[in-house]
């Protein structure tokens, strides 16, 4: 089962968590914390699994982590899982959301958390995976979505354009978390 | 990339100065999401964080609570309270609101308030009750968005009391039309299952219909629910293993739709899952693995695409086929796929392929062999997690020999590593490892003393955690908290934190009235400790101090209570630890830990050492402390255990055994006795020196042998590693790793040094003998009247040796099964005894021109009995005459007439006598016979008449106390469980009547009875033990097995089974 999933910037900012067990509010930052910092340190070309922290529980417990450009995705997940069919699941989801906000950055997690939490929820439903395919988790959203379209897309296109054209700004900022996730050619 | 970021990193401050929250008010109109999340990455410090999102909460309140907030700005609101929540940030005010958008919103917004719902609220919070309607209501709405919601929102948390009331709502969703309904109408009765279990058992049949969907997807989700059921009780679901196959041969085949493909494999996450559950399924169950070796093969088959995914398939392959039972073209292509995961150059790959591995070398040792260079590469691997891998591999195939090399390997790591929890693991190994082989004991501890404070404080947790109360435990805790105070008294300074955090450790992980002694132990320690820093660590005392005033022990209490006076009343504290005079009152008198001492020292503890005495000391101390732990190793029944598991080759052969024994009624199963007997003797031949020592010993007291025929046991056993070390030199030029390697893997596998460098010379000879493997012994002879030749019977621990050693395991069934029939005559040469090979005990009892008093000279009076004159039995030694017996079997004809060996089993009140009997069937007469043994375990008596049997005594029924069987139980993992047939006699009860039964056939030790459950033990010759747990069930008896090695319980419940038929 996984136990939560995680999405900060490679500063340690969280973007996104999702918790599937009950753990108390400190708990749980202190637990992005802590996996943020077992994370971070590591280098790129070294295998994408940890074995647990001490606050997520021992050695049951495995972190499975993915580095893409400015945010770190983190799983983790009891030992019913398998390793490698996380890191690909990982990546199913990354490849969603960037058909969902095409080219998608981190600026995109910030200002839809709910919209990620949404397809986050069509592929993983109370700590179990539910659907692995990329096709149906977008048709599952966009169904939800129907009513909303006009709506979205005004929002969605107005905070692309204003939300960061703000005076002293650097260009330089706006670049790094617009980052795309996802670079044409995938690992 | 990280110059960019690096870049926009010290920009930030200035951005701050020029653009603070004064411009976050301005542009609230455009967004205020947007506004909150610009002023927070601009944000540098907590502190400024902290006050933003103050703010922010504040003007949330009171937009929720204002009348005129629509609804959709209440969706929001909403994003703001979930976004300060991610930050760590209560939002709490927003709570309510967040149902009430989920109970009125439309459809966006009710999806947004169950979403701020499932991150805002837990299982147990009271807010959720108010959903419950929202939640009932939505099941049954027409609108599918909706009942989706619903769905997902229980399965994220709901109150477990008011689950019946949604409970039939769902259940009746796993016949909705629509699929995705009925799959997560699934996966949320699976959290019901999870969470409140016997509130759905009912439903049972329904997951079987979800099992049976016409939509895969529908499967797929109900095999999240099987997995888990099948782990729990995998007998109950024995019957569905066809469905699981057909299902993943169907997957693998390709049948699905195409949507299911991810990178043209089928279904990969379908297959996993359903890989673990045949793995769960066949798991210790021959029929039923049988049913799925196709399949596994298959998946093996396909999986060869070299994408990610389908490495995933194929690690949860290899671990399956090595889960189920045994076969060996299966296990053979498995560990071909675990070289390819190790040899990969991708690093996920090898990682994975370490823990197949680390999985694996349990059942096969031999398996680490081919990889060595590879895993010392890994050793030295720069990533932390590979090491770590590479060390819990090594871990698992240590032995006597290459423990101190593996356990200084270990103490490397600890040096470098920083990491809190593989600091902890990795210690709590060395400790077990220290326990397993007391001579290491001293490393760990001097290190200790070394400079680094993090690992005694981490040792000191494992004084805790893993030690049962044996003595040289207590002066190992005695010993460790020595040099903790010694430690405290050195630097005292970078100390408290760690030791708060032992400190915290012991409060939570220490049950206290598990371990009095050792908080005894620790407490003392304590206390020094916060007289240093009682000022700054206040409320920890305070905690630690109510922990104890719980406690039973009256010492622990008063420590407590002292401790807690002292530390809320400071001008106490001042008087009695002065500000100078501090360290002084501690140091000097040390009081405090009179008490302690004087109870250590009755308790046979040495007493204490000043610190350069025990300098002093220091240099002896290996050789002074090795004996006490030394001695007591083998009276302790349990460390026994583990050592043989860690040592045991959980090898095919065992399993063979346990099949061939159900067969022909006693010469099987006789034969299952005797190789089990011998195969225990053949996993120490490279275990334990000390056997290898007593044993010859006792050889020589009851045979005169002529002192130059005697191979020197102690020369042969050093024999391998010699070799291993002289087999180093290869073709590669790192002589380095190489010698590391053969340090390293000394001892692995049965013949190691074949294995190592591929020596190719003890191989023939070991194909030689492996179709001879009778699982008894052969002999030979060669009998004339005039030349005094000698023959040699060699004894079937070596046999079984070579059995081991082949990694087929049909063939050692072969050999246990069909002796005759691949008795392939084995004639050693003839002259003096052949050499010995692998560090075999021999024995040779001269027959002729010797004087050796019980052996009757054959010249004078040529064997006066034969075999076929008088039974054999006849010839049994007076005090087993009246015995209960097996039939007499025939062991190996032999290539010569002339001699023949036979063997008996003879149950005493408190031992199995194995009698082998060599005989001469020839007229003539025989001068010299030679048997060799290799099993050390076996305590050989001889009794030399013309025919003399050779009894092999050996302990079976395991004598403990409920108490002890009851620690037993909880370390043994293998367990069967079986119902048998009661059996009713007399005046008896059926339960004391079958147990009855069951101790005179087979001789197992009834520990104890109480009401309608016993519970019953035996034991395996030397250390491996099997329990039984036996409870009434209307008319039969419902049997539990459990056993440190997996075969054993299969076996002795196929004896059980026997035995109650028969009686």
């Known amino acids: ?187 | 990339m990280s110059d960019v970021v690096e870049k926009t990193l010290s920009a930030l401050p200035s951005l701050l100065s020029l653009d603070s929250n004064a411009g976050a008010g301005k542009l609230s109109s455009t967004s205020k999401l947007g506004n909150l999340i610009r002023g927070i990455t601009e944000l540098t410090s907590k502190h400024d964080e902290e006050k933003l999102i103050k703010k922010e909460l504040a003007a949330i309140k009171e937009q929720v609570a204002s009348p005129n907030t629509t609804m959709r700005q209440m969706k929001e609101i909403m994003v703001r309270a979930i976004y300060c929540e991610m930050l760590g940030y209560q939002a709490s005010v927003s709570y309510i609101h967040a149902i009430k958008l989920a109970q009125q919103g439309s459809v966006l917004e009710k999806r947004l308030g169950y979403l701020a719902v499932s991150l805002f609220l837990n299982e147990s919070d009271e807010f959720l009750l108010l959903l419950v309607n929202t939640v009932l209501k939505d099941l049954q709405s027409t609108n599918l968005n909706e009942v989706c919601m619903a769905l997902t929102a229980v399965s994220q948390m709901f109150p477990k009391d008011m689950i019946p009331a949604i409970l039939p709502i769902v259940e009746e969703k796993l016949t909705h039309p629509k699929e995705v309904i009925r799959r997560k109408a699934v996966l949320a009765l699976y959290k019901f299952y999870l969470i409140a279990p016997n509130q759905v058992q009912h439903i049972h049949s329904k997951f079987r219909k979800a099992l049976c969907d016409k939509d895969p997807g529908v499967m797929t989700a109900s095999l999240h629910i099987y997995l888990q059921l099948v782990k729990e009780s995998p007998e109950s679901y024995k019957d569905l293993t066809v469905s699981f196959v057909t299902i993943l041969r169907q997957v693998v085949g390709g049948k699905l739709p195409m949507d299911f493909n991810y990178h043209s494999v089928p279904a990969p996450w379908l297959q996993i899952q359903l890989l673990r559950i045949l793995a769960y399924l066949g798991k210790e169950d021959q029929g039923t693995s049988e049913m799925m070796y196709d399949v596994l093969e298959e998946s093996l088959r396909r999986a060869e695409m070299n994408h990610n995914i389908t490495y995933a398939i194929l690690y949860e392959c290899v671990k399956s086929i090595y889960t189920v039972y045994p076969k060996a073209e299966l296990l053979e292509k498995a560990a071909k796929c675990i070289g390819n995961f190790v040899l990969s150059p991708k690093i996920n790959l090898k990682y994975l392929g370490l823990k197949a591995l680390t999985y694996v070398v349990a059942q096969d040792p031999n398996l680490a062999l081919p990889h060595q260079m590879t895993i010392i590469e890994c050793l030295d691997h720069s990533d932390i997690i590979i090491k770590r891998a590479t060390l819990e591999l090594l871990f698992r195939i240590t032995n006597a020999q290459n423990v101190t090399v593996i356990v200084e390997k270990m103490l490397e790591f600890l040096r470098q590593s920083s990491n809190d929890y593989s600091t902890v693991d990795l210690v709590g190994k060395v400790a077990e490892l220290a326990e397993k082989y007391p001579f290491i004991k001293q490393d760990p501890l001097n290190l200790c003393n070394g400079m680094q404070p993090d690992i005694p404080n981490n040792f000191l947790r494992l004084l805790a955690e893993g030690f049962d109360s044996v003595e040289e435990d207590r002066q190992l805790r005695l010993f460790a908290v020595d040099s903790y105070v010694l430690l405290l008294q050195g630097e005292t300074a970078s100390l408290p934190q760690c030791f708060l955090q032992v400190i915290s450790w012991v409060r939570t992980k220490v049950p206290i009235g598990l371990f009095p002694e050792l908080s005894r132990y620790i407490f003392p320690s304590i206390l020094l400790i916060f007289s240093y820093y009682i000022f700054s660590y206040y409320d920890v005392v305070l905690m630690f101090s109510f922990e104890y005033f719980g406690s039973l022990d009256t010492v622990l209490r008063q420590r407590a209570h002292e401790l807690m006076i002292l530390s809320q009343d400071a001008g106490l504290r001042g008087r009695v630890l002065s500000a100078e005079g501090r360290l002084e009152h501690v140091d000097s008198s040390l009081s405090f830990l009179d008490g302690h001492v004087s109870e250590a020292l009755a308790a046979g503890a040495a007493p204490y050492k000043p610190p350069h005495q025990r300098q002093e000391e220091l240099a002896h101390e290996k050789a002074l402390s090795l004996e006490p732990y030394g001695l007591s190793l083998p009276v302790s029944l349990s460390t026994c255990s583990i050592t043989d598991r860690l040592t045991d080759r959980q090898s095919p052969t065992r399993l063979s055994i346990s099949s061939s024994v159900s067969g022909n009624s006693t010469e099987l199963s006789l034969k299952g006795g005797s190789t089990t007997l011998k195969l225990d003797g053949v996993k120490r031949v490279w275990g334990k020196e000390g056997y290898l020592v007593q044993q010859p010993k006792e050889v020589v007291e009851e045979t005169p042998l002529p002192p130059t025929e005697l191979p020197s046991p102690l020369g042969s056993f050093q024999s391998p590693v010699s070799q291993t070390q002289t087999a180093s030199p290869g073709p590669e030029p790192d002589q380095e790793r190489q010698q590391l390697a053969s340090s390293l893997f000394v001892g692995v596998g049965t013949h190691h040094s074949v294995c190592l460098m591929g020596r190719t010379e003890a191989a023939p000879q070991r194909f030689r003998r492996k179709p001879k493997g009778t699982g008894s012994s052969s002999g030979t002879s060669e009998h004339s009247s005039n030349s005094s030749h000698s023959s040699s019977g060699t004894a079937a621990g070596n046999t079984l040796d070579s059995t081991t050693a082949a990694t087929g395991q049909q063939i050692s069934q072969h050999a246990l099964g069909h002796p005759p029939v691949n008795g392939n005559p084995i004639v050693e040469t003839p002259g003096p005894l052949p050499p010995v090979r692998d560090g075999g005990v021999a024995a040779e009892i001269p027959t002729g021109h010797t004087d050796s008093g019980t052996l009757a000279d054959p010249n004078e009076d040529p064997v006066p009995v034969r075999p076929r004159d008088l039974p054999l039995i006849s010839h049994l030694p007076a005090e087993l005459s009246g015995l209960a017996r097996s039939k007499l079997t025939t062991l190996c004809p032999g290539p010569d007439p002339g001699l023949a060996l036979s063997s008996c089993r003879v149950y005493k009140e408190d031992a199995l006598v194995l009698v082998v009997f060599v005989s001469n069937n020839s007229d003539s007469t025989l001068h010299r016979v030679a048997l060799r043994f290799t099993s050390k375990q076996l305590e050989v008596l001889f009794q030399t008449n013309t025919t003399f049997p050779i009894r092999f005594s050996e302990n079976l029924p395991l004598t403990v106390s409920t108490g002890e069987y009851g620690k037993m139980w909880l370390s043994f993992s293998h367990d069967v469980k079986q119902n048998l047939r009661l059996i009713t006699a007399g005046d008896q009860s059926p339960l004391t009547a079958t147990l009855d039964t069951l101790r005179d056939r087979l001789h197992l030790h009834v520990v104890d009875i109480i009401g309608s459950e016993g519970i019953v033990a035996c034991r395996l010759l030397r250390g491996q033990p099997c329990l039984l747990h036996c409870r009434v069930h209307a008319d039969s008896l419902a049997v539990w097995l459990r056993s440190p090695i997996p075969e054993f319980p299969d076996s002795l419940l196929y004896h059980c089974q026997k035995a109650l038929a028969e009686a």
């Not at chain 1, 202190?30 to 529980?57: A, P, W």
């Not at chain 1, 379209?149 to 703000?166: A, G, H, I, N, Q």
């Open chain 1, 1 to 187: 089962m996984i136990k939560a999933i995680l999405i900060f910037n490679n500063h340690g900012k969280p973007r996104l968590s999702k918790f599937y067990e009950h753990y108390s509010e400190d708990t749980e930052q202190q637990i992005i914390r802590e996996t943020f910092h077992l994370v971070s340190k590591r280098d790129e070309n070294v295998c994408n699994f940890l074995e647990g922290g001490m606050l997520i529980g021992g050695s049951e417990n495995k972190l499975i982590y993915r580095h893409y450009a400015t945010l770190y995705f983190v799983f983790c997940v009891d030992s019913s899982e398998s390793e490698l069919g996380i890191l690909d699941l990982i990546q199913v989801f990354v490849e969603t959301l960037d058909k969902c906000f095409e080219n998608v950055c981190e600026l995109d997690l910030i200002f839809h958390v709910d919209k990620v939490h949404n397809i986050l929820a069509e592929m993983v439903m109370g700590g179990m995976v539910l659907e692995t395919n990329m096709n149906e988790i977008i048709t599952q959203v966009d169904a939800q979505n129907k009513m909303e379209k006009s709506e979205f897309s005004s929002f969605f296109s107005l905070y692309r354009r204003l939300s960061f054209s703000l005076p002293g700004r650097t260009g330089r900022h706006r670049l790094v978390l617009q980052v795309p996730l996802l670079v044409p050619c995938l690992p």
